[in-house]
């Protein structure tokens, strides 16, 4: 079975940067691979997506702001998150799937066990 290990999270103030890694134990369904995240009392949403040849997308709320990466190699991706606003606090959940559209509609094939983003003001 395949199992998504998160690292990366933690606190920082206000306009600051953090960078979230996922690696993945198995190829096996991990052609796309991204980031959920969800705050108390909120849906949760997506934040990043990135096929195994470098297609990426974003949700809007973080577009200019972070950057995600793959290492096919290492079966690992990253979260590059620049510019840090206390509205990105969340728990950001990794996620890996056969299909970007899978990772976009939070419906993938496998859930990493979360990592909480605290942003200070």
């Known amino acids: 079975q395949v199992q998504l290990l998160e690292s990366g999270g933690g606190l920082v103030q206000a306009g600051g940067s953090l960078r979230l890694s996922c690696a993945a134990s198995?190829?096996?369904?991990?052609?796309?691979m991204g980031w959920h995240r969800q705050a108390p009392g909120n849906q949760r949403e997506l934040v990043a997506v990135i096929s195994s040849d470098g297609y990426a997308d974003y949700g809007d709320s973080v577009k200019g702001r972070f950057t995600v990466s793959r290492d096919n190699a290492k079966r690992t991706a990253y979260l590059q998150m620049n510019s840090l606003k206390p509205e990105d606090t969340a728990v950001y959940y990794c996620a890996a799937a056969p299909s970007v559209p899978m990772v976009v509609r939070g419906t993938p094939i496998i859930w990493g066990q979360g990592t909480q983003v605290t942003v200070s003001s």
């Open positions: 198995a190829s096996i369904f991990i052609n796309a």
